[in-house]
């Protein structure tokens, strides 16, 4: 039931950290230097392998869970 929660969890905070880095992109984009300045597709591609990385461990997690009922 614990990892459940804590898979849960860390698929929910994956999904938000995307989602967040996806936004901060869009408001970035809209000025350019700034965008720049800030890191740009490299900040975008670092956050979002970050967050995909998360989502799977989530996953894992939740698969280990039912694989050991």
């Given amino acids: 039931m614990l990892g459940g929660a804590v898979g849960g969890l860390a698929v929910l905070v994956g999904i938000a950290w995307a989602i967040g880095s996806l936004r901060r ?4 984009a809209l000025e350019p230097r700034e965008y720049a300045e800030m890191g740009g597709v490299v900040y975008t591609i670092f956050q979002m392998f970050f ?16 694989a050991g009922q």
């Avoid at 967050?51 to 039912?66: C, D, E, K, N």
């Fill in 25 to 28: 992109r869009a408001t970035r």
């Fill in 51 to 66: 967050a995909v990385v998360l989502v799977g461990i989530g996953l894992i997690i939740i698969g280990l869970m039912f």
